[in-house]
């Protein structure tokens, strides 16, 4: 931040959709300590943008069952439906506001979510993904989902979220 | 588990509406892995069970701006609804009813929940306390509430739980 | 119900799937006076079963937009996911305990709903249909969509029914 | 909207709280169709505004039973929202700004709803109330609560409200 020169390299390269998306990927992955804490990893996958957990006892409600704490569950929902939020407003955004939409980043932050357990988080790693169903300029409404490594459906979310 | 001494003593110790309540505390406390990462700690309160967390960097989703991550918030209303919905159920159950209860613990779940993001989570120590609103003999739902220590209102929640 | 000769012929025709899902659809399209209020209609749709409403002034909550009324989204989604949670359990009931799942049916209820807003509700007629996404013995939980005779989609929810 | 003289008549008296109050509580009880079709009832009570229905027949799901229908509590709860969103936002906003806020009316609307049904609506009257949790420029969080006229407590909602 105080390196005045990338800051001028920066400067001299104008933000592009993929510049800026790839921002906000490396600010989930690198930068957020509790997504650290829990080993999330945010993937490009073939359908999109996808976050990623393996199995560790930590993560986990019952020590004899093994199964996923539904609060992973609920993080791991939130957070991918923030930052898919924020990538497709990128991608809708006009190239010449992408400068003015990066500095209303900070200001996102999610109003209200539900989550639907709809089975044991038993597995060896989860995928979460996420759709947007509802976008204007300042809300974003999005379905996440929750799947293990075999495809067992494990929990839905629906998540809102403000840019301010 | 495999103490057969302690095992003993169990049986000719029966089962309380304190000891019962004391034990599932317990578990709370000391035997979920996830838990015990954030450093969630079950407090007997002024008006009932409370969820404390000291605040830390690793809960945070910022680390400029050092706000807890919606996450942990969601961790947190999650468990508070869900011990809430267990020691009120216990509350209301004949004492001869209780070992009954006790072999059903494991198979209680959340069934969904909804969170409501009031305000950004700041603060030194946070609390979660909850209130039960529906109880019936395989559902509970509750209302979950976030406080820093300065009795700031962070979240709301709303839970419905299942005993199976 | 008092009708000595039809209770014996019921007695006789032992129930199928068929005639229990179909009783079921009576039950809500003839017997339901909120329903016939709103002129709410279930319809054997190519995909499933659906609940139709014609677009009337007195569904709408502004005179002026000629909107749907919001309630009139709510009440169709919280009735076609409690449709559907019953036919789906009929369908997964054994022949020879379906008799004892028509006793239950009056049980049933919606333990809590949420419903997504996406676009004004405008249109000539309006679809309703939903899906199970969690089923066990007492408890289902659906999400349901709420589209206009052109495609255009304008709600989600998600619903918990309980089959007490 | 084209009478010439009572515009300018608006004209000359400027907006005071009360009077925008006054105005927005008479759209929802003599213009909006679907309320009047249900018989909803704005009533300025002891703790602040309320809705208000008498029991009939018509708000029933079940003939034999005589309970309200979810759909009715739903309605009634998302509209006591939006309501007690638009007149505390009044009551927060400037007198000189009230002029502006009045010709966003029209934009407010429902993002998302929870109901949470507590027990069967029985009763001879509803009456919802609720109660700002939220409030932002653009955004509202509500909670809602349904009881009898005996105080016997139906349903508690959360509904989010935009203002455009």
């Given at each position: 931040m105080t390196d005045h020169h990338s800051k001028n390299s920066d400067e001299q390269r104008p933000l592009t959709h993929a510049s800026l998306t790839a921002f906000v990927i490396g600010l989930f992955n690198d930068t957020m300590p509790f997504n650290t804490l829990l080993g999330l990893d945010v993937v490009d996958g073939d359908t999109g943008i996808e976050l990623h957990v393996e199995w560790k006892?930590?993560?986990?409600?019952?020590p004899l069952k093994g199964i996923l704490h539904g609060g992973v569950t609920a993080t791991m929902l939130d957070t991918i439906g923030g930052l898919v939020a924020i990538t497709e407003t990128i991608k809708h955004t006009d190239e010449s506001q992408l400068s003015d939409l990066k500095v209303r980043l900070?200001?996102?932050?999610?109003v209200d979510m539900r989550v639907d357990y709809l089975r044991p988080g038993r597995g060896a790693r989860f995928i979460a993904t996420a759709t947007v169903i509802r976008k204007g300029s300042k809300l974003v409404v999005c379905r996440m989902e929750l799947h293990n490594e075999k495809g067992d459906h494990i929990a839905f979310g629906t998540g809102t979220y403000m840019l301010g």
């Open positions: 006892q930590e993560l986990t409600g019952n900070p200001t996102m932050g999610t």
